[in-house]
């Protein structure tokens, strides 16, 4: 846990498998968290990451366990919500930033759920809540993928009015030419 009170708290959250360490990947270059193609997810239990964002601006990235494992997880669904909220609570975040894929047939009721109900955790602190969609790298504009899927949105119980980045996480190895750098500069985080 960051003690350093100068240094802004960011808390990374989403289902398994979402990329929420290709994220901090992307934000910290040399942080190498751990990731995977695997079905269960590799995070094990959280881990800080400083970021520089340039300009003078830093924070501590925390990495976290997936929701939503089911039983072939290495913590099952009940055990990791309770987990993460123990650690919420733990933490004094600045920013809860709320993970989940923007391909077809992947959202499910579950991520509408989970962002509402982590979004109530923090709400009592006044965090301010945002949303990273992901796994956009067959794309040709992520960008618009928020505004092309509100009927959706509004399904989940994600107000429109969230702020939110459309991005793909992977490494620019596994991308068309120009897709990560435009992705880069629509995750980093306000000041």
Sequence with gaps: MSTNTGIRNVIIIGHSGVGKSSLINMLCPGANADT??????????????????????????????????????????????????????????????????????????????????????VGKKKVPVVVVVTCLEASEHPENWWSENREILRKLDIPESTGHACVTTLPEDYLSPGLYNTSLPRVTFPP
């Design 36 to 121: 995977s193609n695997d079905a269960a997810g590799c995070t094990k239990e959280e881990r800080e990451y400083r970021c520089d964002l340039g300009a003078h601006q830093s924070c501590q990235l925390h990495d976290t366990i997936g929701l939503e494992e089911g039983f072939w997880g290495f913590l099952w669904a009940p055990k990791a919500e309770k987990q993460l909220k123990k650690y919420l609570n733990k933490i004094n975040p600045d920013l809860l930033v709320y993970c989940m894929p923007g391909m077809r047939n992947n959202l499910k009721k579950s991520h509408g759920r989970n962002f509402n109900k982590f979004k109530s955790v």
